[in-house]
């Protein structure tokens, strides 16, 4: 049989084997992942490259369009000043005379119509009484 100190031994030493059996099992499974890791990164940076340069092409690209419209606006903004030039030039040589010739066909229509409205106004005062003459006025 076995003394008390044997088997103390025994006990340590099945604990011990079963120890280091889980810390082998946990070690094997940890090189596994640090060599699956690897392997991504490794393919990831063989993929990240092209895609780098790729961007790299579309920065340039998009740079190279916003040169053209900043272009295309400047262009705008001398065709607004233009337009806005050609507008107070039209404005002062046109503006004036015609304001004045609007103004006076105004004051003649408005004369001539003060006229008629009065000769209107006058008759029409002169309706009712005319109607009570005839013997058709309003009750």
């Not at 030493?13 to 090189?31: D, Q, T």
Request: no cysteine; proline share 2%; hydrophobic share 45%.
């Amino acid at each position: 049989m076995l003394t008390a100190e044997q088997l103390a031994g025994l006990i340590v030493a099945l604990f011990w084997a079963i120890l280091v059996s889980f810390l082998a099992y946990a070690l094997l499974r940890l090189a596994r992942l640090l060599r699956e890791t690897s392997e991504l990164v490794s393919d990831l940076t063989d993929r990240a490259a092209p895609l780098l340069e790729d961007m790299t092409v579309a920065v340039r690209r998009a740079n190279e369009q916003l040169g053209r419209t900043d272009v295309i606006t400047r262009q705008a903004a001398g065709i607004t000043q233009n337009v806005s030039a050609v507008t107070t030039v039209v404005s002062s040589v046109f503006g004036g005379p015609v304001i004045k010739a609007a103004a006076f066909s105004y004051g003649v229509r408005k004369a001539l119509g003060y006229t008629r409205d009065t000769t209107r106004r006058s008759s029409r005062a002169e309706l009712p009484a005319r109607r009570a003459a005839e013997g058709r006025g309003r009750r």
